[in-house]
């Protein structure tokens, strides 16, 4: 049984709903889109991203080995200094960005490979979000798009349940303020 099958209570549903909003906050992705995973672990997220190409990067020989043995396109190499051998159309750091040993000179580097957007969580009671901000501009992101990401890791609710709190605004929001963290988009609008 591979990591994503153990860490989420319903990870197809899990992985699909954050999937969805890989391709839909922000820009569109289109088919055939480079999509970089950078600490993806065993790499599931692929799974749900069948129109992309999609590479993940992962500092444990472990999970580089699982995603292997589950056919996913994956390779070994630390978020800090990897760079993809091609730009990217998106770049996902997911549950991860606390790994960064500079998180502005991280966010420069992924902006120097990434032409689309960068998606990322980011949890309001680790981070504040005008601090994150302030890092995206440097790194040459001037459009931040939140989305709250309320599906939770240890329960199966239903996925329209999910959906539905996420539109909620105020709601939302409370609940970010507990527990739960922000799926964002970052990209650019000038050129």
């Known amino acids: 049984m591979s990591w994503s099958q153990t860490a989420y209570a319903d990870p197809a549903g899990y992985l699909a709903h954050r999937a969805r909003l890989v391709v839909e906050l922000g820009p569109r992705l289109r088919p055939g889109d480079r999509i970089l995973d ?3 672990g065993d790499g599931g997220l692929a799974d749900f991203l069948p129109e992309q190409r999609y ?3 992962d500092a444990s020989p472990e ?6 043995a589950a056919g996913r396109d994956v390779v070994e190499g630390d978020l800090n ?5 091609e730009p990217v159309q998106a770049t996902t ?6 790994y960064a040993r500079d998180r502005r000179e991280l966010l420069r580097r992924v902006g120097g490979f990434t032409e689309t957007k960068l998606v990322f969580d980011l949890n309001p009671r680790q981070y504040r979000v005008d601090d994150v901000r302030a890092d995206l501009e440097a790194a040459g ?3 931040l798009v939140l989305h709250p990401f309320l599906f939770p890791q240890r329960h199966a609710p239903p996925a329209a349940v999910v959906r539905a709190l996420e539109r909620t605004g ?8 507990a527990r739960f963290s922000y799926l964002c988009a ?3 609008t000038t050129a």
């Open 93 to 98: 750091i997911f549950r991860a960005v606390y």
């Open 63 to 68: 999970m580089v080995a699982s995603a292997r």
């Open 186 to 188: 970052a990209f650019r």
């Open 38 to 40: 950078l600490a993806c």
């Open 141 to 143: 992101f001037d459009r």
């Open 170 to 177: 105020p709601l939302a929001r409370a609940l970010l303020r």
């Open 55 to 57: 590479l993940g990067v």
């Open 81 to 85: 200094g990897y760079e993809p051998p």
